[in-house]
């Protein structure tokens, strides 16, 4: 079993947690407002008007506030409540990915959730074994990915994420420039996108630093040796695994 820190999927869950309450807030804030403009124009209508113009003008201000709301305020809260929803699958699929890294045998050690600013963010997952360090980010997709070209990566040959696997890449960088600046060890670390429900596919020709894999494929993919450059000794993991440990232990328990 391998040498286990942190927790998967706290800062996926309090992501959630965010935009839910964000939710919440604007939703009960946008019927605050309409309800303190109903009341108000009431107030003023009944002061100056007779009962029938009064209740047109709560119709009119009625359809209004339906018609402002269900414009303007139905596709900002339909955006955060999916967002809340995707942040909570994404915690899932961290979970299942974390049960299964715990298999790979005691040589390796696996960090879960590293948040730090040096490193531009968060990712997901990160192991340090005999084959190397690995940036793990865990998307809960549906469908077909596949990686072609210089990195262009889809989901069912339309949707377009490259984005994503670019952020993974700059945060590998990132992990590696501090691990040599950390524990003096020339290191490279390499990005991973894993897919727990997605199946996966690499165009032949693929030229690019980021690697993706399946629930099914990742635990073999980290412990075959790749690039015997990239090889470490027990020693390196060791340092490596105190350094780590050391600096992201206030975000990881």
Known sequence: MSKNFGNPGNFALAESRRKLNRFLFCAIF????????????????FSRKPISVVVFILILILIASVYYTR??????????????????????????????????????????????????????????????????ETKNWKGLVTLSGQGTLTVDGKHDHTKDGKVILGRALNLKKKIEALSNISTFVQAVMVFP????????????????????????????????????????????????NALFKPAAQ
Do not use: W
């Not at 946008?30 to 209508?45: I, R």
């Not at 690499?202 to 894999?213: A, I, K």
């Open 30 to 45: 946008g019927m605050l407002g309409v309800g303190y403009v109903c009341g108000l124009q009431t107030g003023l209508a």
């Open 71 to 136: 414009r303007y305020m139905k596709r900002f809260l339909d955006k955060l409540s999916e967002e809340a929803v995707s942040y909570r699958k994404g915690a899932d699929g961290e979970a299942l990915i974390a049960d299964d890294l715990s298999d790979l045998p005691d040589t390796y050690s696996v960090f879960h959730d590293l948040t730090h600013p040096s490193i531009g963010g968060n990712i997901d997952h990160v192991v340090v074994g005999p084959t190397g360090v690995f940036a793990l």
């Open 197 to 244: 429900i997605a199946s996966v596919s690499v165009e032949q020709g693929t030229r690019c630093n980021l690697d993706v894999q399946s629930r099914k494929t990742l635990e073999d993919y980290l412990k075959r040796s790749s690039n015997s450059s990239r090889t470490l000794t027990p020693q390196q993991i060791a340092t490596i695994t105190r350094d780590l």
